[in-house]
């Protein structure tokens, strides 16, 4: 398989066209539009000043995650999970996901006791929506800290966040790896796997599956090598976004 084969007409190493629309709703005190490719994601960030009674009174703060998608995100509408009367074990999952990779790059006795909950709503999926929500999730937590700040709820000289975070996935297909997967790569890849990375270039969290052939140490050093390098971008996405 050559860089032809994609069917976006992308190289082996190209993200799809990224986009953050940054502040895109105006009753959250952070929030941001972000899009990989056709995929597209609304993160919210909501401020609140206090903690859940399990942390008071220890000088810390908190931050979580919801992920959700919409009914009609794919190509044939899905029941809301309120309907089903409970939230699936991919939504809990994912949902922890960005928690943590949200919490990684904040200092929580910084924070003070005060909580953020990031909502991760995906309005259209074509691969990669938690990759998405993570990286558009920093966005709207950087300025939900801001206004925070502003308000005198976080000390005005007290730095919570630590560094940034974003995430990519990338994968083999056809014994080829590529960077940030399409929905029609993702669904035919003999390796998938999801990066998430700090702005320093630490990782945060891998998570690979081989779907066919197991794969070996010279390729997912490869792949790593791919989401690095796709995460570097990324950041630079997110700095021009909350510059703007």
Same mark, same amino acid.
């Given at each position: 398989?050559?860089?032809?084969?994609?069917?976006d007409?992308?190289?082996?190493?190209?993200l799809?066209?990224?986009?953050?629309e940054?502040?895109?709703?105006e009753q959250?005190?952070?929030?941001a539009?972000? %899009?990989?490719?056709?995929?597209?994601?609304?993160?919210?960030a909501?401020?609140?000043?206090?903690v859940?009674?399990?942390?008071?009174?220890?000088?810390? !703060?908190?931050?979580t995650a919801e992920y %959700?998608?919409l009914?009609?995100?794919?190509?044939s509408?899905?029941?809301?999970?309120?309907v089903?009367?409970k939230? !699936?074990?991919?939504t809990?999952?994912?949902?922890?996901?960005? !928690?943590r990779?949200l919490?990684?790059v904040?200092?929580?006795k910084?924070?003070?006791?005060n909580?953020?909950?990031l909502?991760c709503?995906?309005?259209?999926a074509? =691969?990669?929506?938690?990759?998405a929500?993570?990286?558009?999730?920093?966005?709207?937590?950087a300025?939900?800290?801001?206004?925070g700040?502003?308000k005198?709820?976080?000390?005005?000289?007290?730095?919570?966040?630590t560094?940034?975070? +974003?995430?990519? +996935?990338?994968?083999?297909?056809? =014994?080829?790896p590529?960077?940030?997967?399409?929905?029609?790569?993702d669904?035919?890849?003999?390796?998938?796997?999801?990066?998430?990375?700090? !702005?320093?270039?630490?990782?945060?969290?891998?998570?690979?599956?081989?779907?066919?052939?197991?794969?070996?140490r010279?390729?997912?050093?490869?792949?790593?090598d791919l989401?690095?390098?796709?995460a570097?971008?990324?950041?630079?996405?997110?700095?021009?976004?909350?510059?703007?």
């Amino acid at each position: 398989m050559n860089d032809a084969v994609r069917i976006d007409g992308r190289t082996n190493d190209q993200l799809r066209p990224i986009t953050i629309e940054r502040g895109w709703s105006e009753q959250a005190e952070g929030s941001a539009l972000i %899009s990989y490719g056709r995929t597209k994601v609304l993160c919210t960030a909501s401020f609140t000043n206090g903690v859940p009674r399990w942390m008071s009174g220890k000088g810390k !703060g908190w931050v979580t995650a919801e992920y %959700s998608m919409l009914p009609r995100s794919t190509n044939s509408r899905m029941d809301r999970e309120s309907v089903k009367g409970k939230v !699936g074990g991919r939504t809990h999952e994912i949902s922890r996901l960005v !928690g943590r990779s949200l919490r990684a790059v904040v200092d929580m006795k910084a924070l003070g006791e005060n909580t953020i909950v990031l909502d991760c709503d995906v309005l259209q999926a074509d =691969g990669g929506t938690r990759t998405a929500a993570i990286t558009g999730a920093y966005v709207a937590l950087a300025d939900a800290l801001a206004w925070g700040r502003e308000k005198k709820f976080i000390a005005q000289k007290a730095q919570p966040l630590t560094d940034s975070v +974003s995430a990519v +996935s990338v994968g083999i297909i056809g =014994g080829v790896p590529m960077l940030d997967l399409a929905y029609t790569e993702d669904v035919r890849a003999d390796t998938d796997m999801n990066v998430v990375v700090t !702005g320093r270039g630490k990782f945060v969290e891998v998570q690979g599956t081989a779907e066919a052939a197991p794969f070996d140490r010279t390729e997912l050093d490869t792949l790593l090598d791919l989401a690095l390098a796709g995460a570097i971008t990324l950041t630079e996405f997110q700095n021009r976004a909350l510059e703007g």
